[in-house]
């Protein structure tokens, strides 16, 4: 594990059709939420941007978002397959509360940028420089909230959106929404759409290791689990990046290289292809790992090669 994750070298922007907005506001939206997601509302302030998981009664989790807000309105940023169904689920919850749930699919578009955009592009706009990872800023109705080093997701109105997609074209390439995906799977962010909802704990695929998850908050739906597991329990599997060869897809699964044995992982995501191989996200059972290289498919598959992410995975 002596591999560094390597950033865009270069910067393209992307239509994000991929993902979508679920915009949560009314005077009760703060309890409701603290009611619902794995992430402590409190701890937003102005200008936080967190990850946050929603999870079912048995503790699984059903979406995955990146959240922040805005003068008392919530944004959930999150897979566009899974948005109509979690708005129709958390509008069960509202009940009696003074709540609004919208999906903003179309009303407020999203792009991205991915790789280094360096002061003198917003310059150029007269905009601010962009703020610090994990932060966000609105500038001319426009959101800029900034993921990662090498991610920036920008949402706002039609008008607006369209202007700066203007602007974004004459001055980088225009990239595919894969380049998301791949930076995602460096940075270790394995976010749950419709083919892999209510299927892992939230410490399963890591969201205790990237602050998606409070131990200190009140109840929220599936808390119960997600709190066993973290100060009863040992989380037997994790989100794991590797390499290999073969042709991963998400679904497979891995195995140790002893015949006969069942699975110990599944291929949750596929990134970066290269003259190296493949990257992919796994969910492995740890105690696999003293057998390794684990294989793609088969004990007599593809090899798989650990890469390291921007932060620790007990492996023990």
Request: glycine residues 8%.
């Amino acid at each position: 594990m002596q591999e560094t994750t390597q950033l865009n070298s270069s910067t393209c922007w992307f239509d994000l059709d991929s993902r979508t907005l679920i915009r949560i506001s009314g005077r009760d939206t703060s309890t409701f939420l603290q009611g619902q997601l794995t992430q402590d509302m409190a701890a937003l302030g102005p200008d936080r941007a967190l990850w946050a998981a929603h999870c079912s009664p048995k503790g699984r989790v059903l979406a995955t978002f990146l959240t922040w807000q805005t003068t008392g309105t919530y944004w959930l940023y999150t897979p566009q397959n899974v948005a109509d169904s979690i708005v129709r689920r958390l509008r069960m919850y509202v009940l009696r509360s003074q709540v609004s749930v919208e999906h903003m699919g179309g009303i407020t578009p999203c792009i991205g940028i991915c790789g280094p955009t360096g002061d003198d592009f917003w310059q150029s706009m007269g905009w601010p420089v962009l703020p610090l990872s994990g932060h966000h800023d609105t500038v001319l109705d426009i959101m800029r909230v900034v993921l990662s080093p090498e991610r920036v997701l920008l949402a706002g109105t039609p008008d607006a959106m369209a202007a700066l997609k203007m602007h974004c074209s004459t001055a980088m390439a225009s990239g595919s929404p894969q380049c998301w995906t791949d930076a995602a799977v460096r940075e270790g962010i394995f976010e749950v759409d419709s083919t892999s909802q209510d299927e892992w704990v939230p410490q399963m695929v890591n969201w205790d290791l990237i602050g998606g998850i409070s131990f200190k908050k009140g109840c929220y739906t599936g808390q119960e689990i997600v709190a066993r597991t973290h100060f009863l329990g040992k989380v037997k599997r994790r989100l794991l990046r590797f390499r290999t060869t073969g042709t991963p897809e998400s679904g497979q699964s891995l195995f140790s290289h002893d015949p006969g044995t069942a699975p110990v992982g599944k291929v949750v995501q596929t990134g970066q292809v290269d003259s190296r191989g493949t990257e992919l996200l796994a969910v492995v059972h740890l105690d696999a790992l003293p057998s390794a290289p684990l294989h793609l498919e088969s004990a007599h598959g593809p090899a798989l090669e650990l890469l390291p992410f921007p932060y620790d995975v007990p492996l023990d």
